[in-house]
């Protein structure tokens, strides 16, 4: 079964930095691309950044470029989703998926696994 479990989510000031961490299970890790997608109340979710198997390709939504950077430790079958200079507009629900490596990154109906999802709360 796969299962991807987020953490790492929280209440932060505007200008503030958070962690976020998705721990999968190696089968699903060591053959998957990673993603992170956001999701705010009414509407769809956002992509936010994705990276390849190796890490050497990773892309990030214009949005958060800059801002956010998204890495992997594969020994550790970890994704990581590092938030600087979080504004409040950076409020939502943040996703953890998994998909095969073929294909675009940035649509999350071509991924298959989800995590549950951790609130992000960037107050002004």
């Known amino acids: 079964q796969v299962q991807l479990v987020e953490s790492g989510g929280g209440l932060v000031q505007a200008g503030g930095s958070l962690r976020l961490s998705c721990t999968a299970s190696?089968?699903?890790?060591?053959?998957?691309?990673m993603g992170w997608f956001r999701q705010t109340p009414g509407n769809e979710r956002e992509f936010v950044a994705a990276i390849k198997l190796n890490g050497e390709s990773a892309s990030h939504a214009d949005s958060v470029t800059g801002r956010f950077t998204i890495s992997r430790d594969n020994a550790k079958n970890t994704v990581y989703l590092q938030m600087n200079n979080l504004k409040p507009e950076d409020t939502a629900v943040y996703y953890c998926a998994a998909k095969s490596l073929v294909g675009t990154f940035v649509k999350a109906e071509l991924y298959p696994y989800w995590g549950q999802g951790t609130q992000v709360t960037v107050s002004s």
């Open positions: 190696r089968r699903t890790f060591s053959n998957s691309a």
